[in-house]
């Protein structure tokens, strides 16, 4: 395994960088810089538990601490879920699996980029947006290799192991993006579906400032196929959404601004200008 050669640290951080915070018994997530991942399992019960994500570049040592704080010493996930293989998803993804060897499962349009095949289109430093778009060029574009160690998600939406769960297929951001919803307390995890910070801007990611935006600008190469992502989303009605970037949100707030996104996503989440624009 390996990561690319444009692997490395990226110096970008938000005021709730290190906090964690229980969403639900069974689900606890984590902010690493500026990007979020998410524990899935109540430790509570003692049952299997899942992470979504992987986090920052160089940010392992801290996820296994905070692994081992919420679940006890030597404790490790059934597996690891990606919802796609951008850098600030799959930061540690080497590292963990190496300290914890066990299987990765993402969307299999996604496997080429984590299977070090093909590198993802470079980020757009001319996008319409603010100071993080600008610096975006230091962000690595270059495929991870996970080896035999990357697994398709199974096709009838199907999670391995977490059978509540459901993915659903999210592209836009990148081709192959899921989300996943859990039924039951209508549930959302939607990775960088649409988020809840506006990620361009470097005054907003710093302070976290809530706002349901589409996709981050810099690294959204369809935005048609990000529109109809949001649109499913919107759909099903989600009580509480985790996103990739962003607090947790739910409720009316949630309900409201995701239709919003859905009805003015051209205007909102769609930049006026940048080089993914057809
Ligand atoms: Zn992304
Ligand atoms: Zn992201």
Redesign the pocket.
């Known amino acids: 395994m390996e990561y690319g050669e444009d692997y490395k640290y990226i110096p970008v951080t938000s005021i709730n960088s290190g906090i964690g915070q229980e969403i639900e018994k069974d689900i606890y997530g984590f902010t690493i810089q500026v990007v979020n991942i998410y524990f899935v399992g109540d430790p509570q019960k003692n049952e299997d538990w899942f992470l979504i994500d992987t986090g920052m570049p160089k940010s392992s040592n801290i996820i296994i601490e905070e692994a081992e704080k919420r679940y006890g010493p030597n404790t490790r996930p059934k597996a690891i879920i990606l919802?796609?293989g951008?850098f600030?998803?799959v930061g540690a993804c080497i590292d963990l699996v190496e300290h914890w060897k066990v299987p990765v499962y993402a969307h299999e349009l996604e496997l080429p980029f984590l299977s070090g095949e093909q590198s993802y289109p470079e980020p757009d430093t001319t996008v319409e947006g603010g100071l993080v778009a600008k610096i975006s060029s230091i962000f690595p574009n270059e495929p991870i290799n996970l080896g035999k160690h990357v697994y398709s998600l199974p096709k009838d939406g199907t999670v391995p192991g977490l059978s509540d769960w459901r993915w659903i297929h999210t592209p836009g951001?990148?081709p192959g993006?899921i989300s996943l919803f859990r039924e039951k307390d209508r549930t959302l995890i939607a990775?960088?579906a649409f988020i809840t910070v506006r990620q361009d801007s470097l005054y907003k990611v710093l302070m976290q400032k809530e706002e349901i935006n589409g996709?981050?600008r810099y690294?959204?190469t369809d935005w048609n196929q990000a529109w109809e992502s949001v649109k499913i989303l919107e759909n099903i009605k989600p009580t509480v959404a985790l996103t990739?970037h962003g607090s947790p949100v739910s409720g009316d707030f949630l309900a409201k601004g995701l239709s919003r996104l859905v009805r003015e996503f051209d205007s909102v989440a769609i930049p006026d200008y940048g080089k993914y624009l057809k």
């Open positions: 919802t796609h951008h600030d998803h951001h990148s993006h990775g960088d996709p981050p690294l959204t990739g």
